[in-house]
């Protein structure tokens, strides 16, 4: 299957093809669907969602602080791999264990 580009035939075909159906929008020209493309692309790149940008930096901070107190509590490298893993599956509860036996 290979790529190629459309030819404005192409495009004035599909048109013509959608403007014979009823209740389609056969009002719209070339232009305005390039500017409902490109309206929709720059919509895209500035919708972020900070509530889970904010989460997931969350739990990325909780996993290395994980792994580094079960790397430097246990000495290898293989508990501090495990520890990462658990702060990653479970953050709450792996941050809390690690500061409970930096404690004691």
């Known amino acids: 299957m290979t790529l190629q580009l459309r030819s404005p035939e192409d495009v004035k075909r599909l048109f013509s093809a959608v403007s014979s159906v009823p ?13 409902l493309a490109l309206q929709s692309q720059d919509e895209g790149l500035s919708a972020v969602d900070t509530n ?10 909780a996993t290395g602080w994980v792994a580094i107190r079960g790397y430097e509590r246990n ?25 409970y036996r930096d404690v004691n």
């Not at 209740?23 to 500017?35: P, R």
């Not at 889970?52 to 901070?61: C, E, G, Q, T, W």
Request: overall charge negative.
């Open 23 to 35: 209740g389609a929008m056969s009002d719209l020209t070339l232009a305005d669907v390039d500017a």
């Open 52 to 61: 889970s940008l904010a989460l997931s930096l969350l739990i990325a901070l």
């Open 75 to 99: 000495g290898s490298l293989g508990w501090g791999l495990a520890w990462g893993v658990f702060g990653y599956l479970l953050p709450v509860p792996a941050v809390a264990l690690s500061a």
